[in-house]
């Protein structure tokens, strides 16, 4: 089927620690993959994305890399800052009644970084 | 440029009420959609809209019903509110006609509560 899988939160981190969100995805073919990030109260906005295999997305300090054979799009950031604080969202393109625009969704990571 | 705007922001129904969940954007995207987000269940597509004209069903689409009569606008309706459908809602939008999964551009949210 179709599905985004990342690890449950809340994921606790101090200040300058170093930051893995795992996500695995299963799909036919080879979607595009996405980090979307949700502060408080707010909408989801697009943190990076990697259209093909081996790719590496990246945006203000965080990367994924596009991994085919393990078919995972992990989030990592060497040192996380409090404003880091959110939920981090993996999706994947999905083909649904034709149209590849729609997402499929994880179910989020909830990220607080402590000073 | 707005972005995608969504309106209200806070909304309180009762069991059977209707009501219309307002979406524009000014970025003159092709693609539209509506997800909910409920607790420890990601974001589930409802409906989605390739241009105007054109809508189609997403994972979760009973009790709603959408139109799309301009490019901008992509009026969520709840037929007959239910409980089961307190959720936050969420607009998005992207450029492309739904052929690929582009970058999407997501509104601040509606926090639907049916009592």
């Known amino acids: 089927g179709n599905s985004v899988t990342q690890m449950e939160g809340p994921v606790t981190l101090s200040e300058e620690a170093f930051l893995t969100i795992n996500c695995t995805y299963t799909a036919t073919g080879y979607p595009s993959l996405f980090w979307y990030v949700q502060y408080p109260g707010e909408g989801l906005q697009l943190l990076l994305k990697?259209?093909?295999?081996?790719d590496k997305g990246s945006n203000k300090g965080f990367e994924a890399t596009y991994r085919k054979e393990t078919t995972s799009f992990h989030l990592e950031k060497g040192s996380v800052q409090v404003s880091d604080s959110a939920v981090y969202f993996c999706a994947r393109g999905l083909n649904y009644g034709g149209s590849q625009g729609n997402l499929i969704f994880g179910k989020g990571t909830k990220l607080s970084v402590k000073p | 440029n707005a972005g995608v705007t969504q309106t209200p922001k806070f909304q309180v129904l009762k069991t059977g009420q209707s009501m219309t969940l307002q979406c524009a954007q000014d970025?003159?995207?092709?693609?539209m959609s509506w997800y909910r987000q409920d607790p420890g269940m990601g974001l589930r597509l409802i409906h989605y809209?390739?241009?105007?004209?054109?809508?189609d069903q997403g994972e979760v689409p009973n009790g709603y019903n959408v139109s799309r009569s301009t490019t901008e606008d992509f009026p969520l309706r709840l037929l007959s509110a239910a409980p089961s459908q307190t959720s936050v809602y969420f607009c998005a939008s992207s450029y492309s006609g739904g052929l690929v999964a582009d970058t999407q551009y997501f509104g601040p949210g509606t926090r639907l509560t049916v009592l």
């Open positions: 809209s390739v241009g105007a004209g054109i809508t």
């Open positions: 990697a259209t093909k295999a081996d």
């Open positions: 970025m003159n995207h092709e693609y």
